[in-house]
């Protein structure tokens, strides 16, 4: 049997040649969404000539809402209520991704009897002559990490069986690793490619030796995640392009990542500088246009950045930031003619899932320097060791570093979903059209004695 995967949004399969977007007269077209619904984290399947969808169960929607909605009523410790309704898995199948057929409840929380609350993010693969289907859930009791299982069936549509496979942390702070499926190398062996919760750096993959016993996966070594994996190198002349790195602006490495749909007409590189122009009036950093982010490093790093803002217009605000819902930053700003350095940070931070999507408070001054020049150098020292999560703002002061305010405690917050980011962003506060220069962008990962 011929197996494809893919991961997609809706509007994708408008995309696949010849079975639902075209020209040609007669072809079928699909509308989107492409059933009715809400759903999240679709898995799309392609098994022989018929595709197949398993979602996560968000919301309930026509004949469910009498059939499911008591599910709303439960007693759990979920933090959002509406989580309580992911009590099973829809899947969904079609020959010509415009008529579907709805597969109800292939899978319940009815036969999961140690899942607490809900079941989501699942993953199917067919191996052995069977299909496998993998998800997340968290364990009754007072466990509070989340755990891997995998039941099985002789269809698609189920009925499924199985159980749990994977419950630890690694030995990481009762951050469960799981979510995620299991793929084979050229050589034959498996491995569940999952991820672990790890604080502000966000989540990490992680992976886990996999082998069948009985045609059932066993995941780890006795149940656990080793730290060091012997692996083959199936591609020993591959070149691995790096996640993070220094930046000298002669042009944009791959791993730089713009935290908005970037206005190309607002930024530029010139003469070793990334130069970056206001683009609408802000209150806080979140709302920047531009804003240039990369990820981090774990189990730390330090970034440094110079900073040239001798073309500010009044207040305008440019610098380094650690870019998440709660942020900090240490910038240098411009009022009255005078440039001032300054470390901002979001006023009230408080540990927690999630912040108002729409933020328009103003940033808490922490602290505020008069400059005699309009160019700095400023750094960030990050620690996630362990879920420290603290960043430290310095700038260079006559050849020193000097330390800004105190550190800052970092977040993984669910609006942005995903770890805290070193961030190069210029926004106004009252006008527009001034501009800031930055050069000489620094990455190093530091270790720690974890």
Known sequence: MILKRFFYAAVLFLCLPGIVSSQNKGDKKNGNPIFAGWYADPEGIIYGDTFWVYPTLSLLYGEDVEKYGQDLKRETDAINQEYNLQTHFDAFSSKDLVHWVKHPEVLSIKNVKWAKYALWAPSVIQANGKYYLFFIHYRKGDNTRRSQACYVSDSLAGPYTGGEVLDTDGGYCNQGVAQGGIVSTTSGKWYAMLFRDSGAVGRLPVLVPVHFENDFPVFGVDGKVEDKLLLEDTKPTHKYAPLYGDEDFSSLHNYWQWNHVPDDSRWKLLDHRLILQTGKICN????????LTQRMPYPGGVVTVTVDGSALSDGDIAGLCMLQSDYALAGITKENGNYFLVKLAKAGVAD??????????????QEKILLSSAKVTLRARIDFTRMKDTA????????????LAEPFSLYFKLDHFCGVRPGLFCYATKELGGQAAFSDFKMRKEETDE
Do not use: R
């Open 284 to 291: 806080n950093v979140t709302q920047a246009p531009n804003t």
């Open 352 to 365: 927690g899932e999630m912040n108002p999507k729409e933020d328009d408070s103003l940033p808490a001054v």
């Open 392 to 403: 430290v703002f310095e700038w260079k002061q006559n050849g020193n570093w000097q330390t």
